[in-house]
């Protein structure tokens, strides 16, 4: 999706009593516009991401819809790792969402196009705990956001400071009916509803915590570790039967596998907590495997002993020959053409929903048709440079992107209470 003009579309340039200008459209939703636009209201102008809502056209399902993102929103908006909301505007036609807004895109393209976090293991630190506290605080007032994924992160300051947007599938309920809600890459498998042909719900916190799991492998590798949580997925079916599966196909730490390992669990209930999970990325010294780390896995043959030829018999040179000893481990090899089959599909933006649910993801601000490439083959040299392939750049603009992010170090966000809301008049 490309930013373009308001003039050739039919909104209006200017809101709120000429306060807000409506530059151009950064993307598109279910229900409405998302709007780079510039906000006098304080004086100087300040950058703004501006989301149309309309009022006309929408049943009443939609609408509830609409209030329900609006006012979990406004709850969840005074977190460092959420997108804040400055205030709604009310117009004939349609309401207006005024949000900050940055220049740095989402973390999709920081990832694919900038390579931002390859290697980089107190950077990819640092982002993940700023959206797992993100995600505790939602969960610390009841919300599950549902579609947490890099499309809807948004970053500032070179890519070291994100916050999480779009609630158009969050929800205040503990447990949900609504299976196929979410983006494919990110859902989890309780989620599909092909598990447990019983299950007539499923918890909905939870479902975030794999979300993230699945980020954490976006962040490490810049790929995805399967298309679907799904009983048909090969990949995803691979990793069940060993887990160890994944150290095969993506350069991963074993205490990063340890981490996924316990974030990735059929059973949601089974599922690594988020406080858990914060001390183990905190204790975590490598996400990235490493020269090191692959030379123990691998271990070298035995060296023979010296071989001691009688002075009466002939000296033969191939009496020297040891031959290799069966306790030797093979050197695993990327190249061999029977392991193709387990290379992970690529990061690419998600196309939404596995379903026709109108609960669905609003979307990928990133092209939705483009591919990257497959996982690159490693090899094992100390250079790091070639674990993630070079990547076409795509049109991807953020949906919103933030403004400055609290200080890194402190990486337990402090609590807060949320702010009332008031429901605009349109609902009443």
């Known amino acids: 999706m490309t930013v373009s003009s308001c003039s050739s579309h039919p909104h209006p ?63 969840a908006s005074r977190h460092p790792s959420i997108i804040n909301m400055d205030r709604l505007i009310e117009e004939p036609e349609a309401v207006y969402v005024v949000m900050d807004y940055g220049d740095e895109g989402d973390l999709f393209a920081m990832i694919t196009e900038k390579q931002r976090y390859a290697g980089d293991n107190d950077l990819i630190r640092s982002v993940f705990l700023q959206i797992l506290d993100g995600v505790d605080w939602l969960h610390q007032l009841g919300i599950a956001h549902r579609d947490v994924k890099p499309e809807n992160i948004v970053c500032s300051a070179d890519g070291t400071r994100v916050r999480i947007v779009d609630f158009g599938l969050a929800t205040s309920e503990p447990t949900s009916t609504e299976f196929g809600c979410g983006s494919t890459f990110y859902i989890a498998p309780e989620c599909l509803g092909e598990w447990h042909s019983s299950a007539g719900s ?50 991963i730490s074993t205490g990063c596998l340890d981490i996924l390992t316990q974030i990735f669990t059929l059973e949601p209930e089974h599922r690594i907590s988020l406080d858990r999970l914060r001390h183990l ?15 123990a896995a691998v271990k070298p043959p035995p060296v023979p002993p010296p071989v001691y030829v009688p002075a009466a018999i002939p000296t033969d040179a191939n009496y020297y020959d040891s031959p290799v000893s069966d306790d030797a481990e093979p050197v695993f090899s990327f190249d061999d053409p029977e392991l193709d089959t387990e290379l992970p599909p690529a990061l690419r933006a998600d196309s939404g929903s596995l379903s026709p649910n109108p609960l669905r993801s609003s979307g990928s601000t990133s ?48 609590r807060f209470s949320p702010a009332p809301f008031a429901t605009p008049a349109m609902f009443l």
């Open 281 to 295: 990325i905190y204790e975590l010294d490598s996400f990235t495997d490493d020269a090191a780390t692959r030379a």
């Open 202 to 251: 499923y918890p909905t916190r939870t479902a975030d915590v794999w979300s993230l799991g699945v980020i954490l492998v976006n962040l490490v590798c810049g790929r995805n570790p399967w298309r679907c949580a799904s009983p048909t997925d090969e990949s995803f079916a691979a990793f069940l039967q060993d887990t160890a599966f994944l150290r095969r196909i993506l350069p």
């Open 13 to 75: 340039r200017f809101i709120d009593n000429g306060y807000v200008q409506l530059v151009s459209v950064i993307g598109n939703g279910a229900y409405g516009v998302v709007f780079y636009a510039l906000d006098y209201r304080y004086g100087r102008p300040i950058k703004r991401a501006v989301k149309q809502l309309r009022r006309h056209g929408i049943d009443d399902r939609q609408r509830r819809f609409q209030l329900r993102e609006i006012a979990l929103h406004r709850r």
């Open 367 to 414: 092209s939705n048709e483009e591919r990257f490439p497959a996982t690159p083959r490693l090899g094992y040299s100390g250079d790091h440079s070639h674990l993630v392939a070079p990547t076409p750049r795509v049109a991807s603009v953020s949906s919103l992107t933030a403004p400055m992010f609290e200080a890194l170090g402190q990486r337990k966000s402090p």
